[in-house]
C-alpha cells in the first residue's frame, strides 16, 4: 500500500513539476535508448535466433594445421577440410549434437541467376553444403522440403530457395516446388522454398543452397571444391565439449596412424561463434584480437552511456532536494525514519524513469527498424560480401526479447541509483535544524 501512495504522490508531482519531470524523462530515454541499441545489436548478432538457433552451441572448424614430421621446415601450413575426411573422420564422431560442411564462403566468388525472361540474369548468394546443414539450421519451409541424403550421394542437381527468389522467379502465388531455376548455365530442381532469412544472421543467409556434390556444379567455377575448403561446423552442449575435444584428437590419432609422416592440429583450428564474432568486431574497431580488452570496450562504452546522463540528472536530483529540505525536515520532526523518506523520494524518480525507460526502448526499436540499413553495418563485419548493401530483414523475437527487456529494466534501475538515490541520501544526513533554516 505505501508504494501504491509513492506512486500517486510521484504522479502528482509530475503535474505539479512539468519542466523538472520533462527534463528528467527525457534525458532518461535518451541515455536508455543510446544504451539498448548496442545491447540489441549484439543481441541481435549473438542470440539463439532463428535459423541460427544454436549459436550458443556452434565450434567451427575451417582449416587444420599440418606439419611435416621428417622435413626441415619446422612452419606447420594450413590444409583445408575434404570432403573424404568429413565422411570419414567427423560424420562419425558421437559427441556432437549435428555437424555440418558446407564450402567456405569466400571460395565461392560471384554467382548468377537466369531470370523469368531468360534473358537477364541477377547475382545471387550460394551456399553449397550438404544434407545435415538444414538440422544444423532451423529453417521454416513453407514449401517442400531440403535436399535428401540420396540427392547428395546421387549428385543431383536439386537445390532450396528463399520465398524471396520463387517470388521473382514465379510470382506470389504459384509454388516453386518442382519447377527449375537456371544458374551458372546449369538447370536445377526446386525441391524446397524457405522462408527468407535476415543478412543478420550471416552464417546461414543466402538465396539459393545448393548440395556440394551435384553433378557439374563445381567444374564451372573453375576448381573442384569437393576435395578441399570445407568447413566445418558442430553443435555441441557446454557439458559435452570437453568430451567433444577428446574425441577431436581421438580423429587426430587416427589419421596420424595413418599418415605418420605428418602432424595434424585439428583443436587448435577450432573456433567458437562468439569468438568468430568478436574477431569481426575487432576488425570494425580496428583493435588487437584481445577478447578481455573488447568487453572492457563494451563495458565503459555502457558506463559512459549511463554514467554521464545520470550525472546530469543526479543534478537536477540535488537542486530538487535543496527546494524539499523543510518538507523533509518537517516530516523528519513529527517522526518520519530516513528510510521512509529516502524511499518516497527515490521510489518518485523510479517512476519517472521507468517511463523514461520505456520512451527510450521504444525509441531503440524505432531506431533499429527505421535506419536498419546502414546502423548494422557499423557495428558488424559481413565475410559474405554477396551480403553488403541488403535491407537486414527485422524479426519480431529480435527486438522483443525476455532479456533484453530483463536488461532495459536493469538499466532503469541502475540509472535510477546513480541519479536519485546517492544526492537524496546526502540531503537527507543533514540535521532537522540545518534543513528548516533552508527555507529562510
Known sequence: MKEFMYIRQALARMREEK??????????????????????????????????VNRSKTYTLGQTSLKNRNGNDTIPYWMGISHEMFRDMFQKMQTPECVKAEVSTWTLGNWYMKLADGVHDRAVVVKLT?????????????????????????ERRVAVITEEIREQLFGKEESGVGKTIRVENREYHICGVVETPSMLTEQCCADIWFPYSADGLLQDKGRNYRTEDLQLSFCVTSANFMAFKQELHEVEARYHAAHRDYDLDMVGGLDSYYNDVWTHTYEVFNTSPDTKKMYWYVFIAIFLLLFVPALNLSGMVVSRMERRLPEMAIRKAFGAKRRTLLGQVVMENLVLTLIGGIIGLCLAWTALYVWREWVFYIFFSFTNWGLYGRVPIIEGEMLFAPAIFLLSLLVCCILNLLAAALPAWLSLRKPIVESMMEKQ
Open 19 to 52: 519542466l523538472y519531470s520533462a527534463m528528467y524523462v527525457a534525458g532518461t530515454a535518451l541515455a536508455i535508448a543510446f544504451t539498448m541499441v548496442i545491447a540489441e545489436i549484439y543481441y541481435v548478432k549473438t542470440a539463439d535466433i532463428a535459423p541460427e
Open 130 to 154: 550438404e544434407p545435415n546443414y538444414f538440422r544444423f539450421y532451423r529453417f521454416r519451409f513453407t514449401e517442400g522440403a531440403p535436399f535428401t541424403q540420396d540427392d547428395f550421394v546421387g
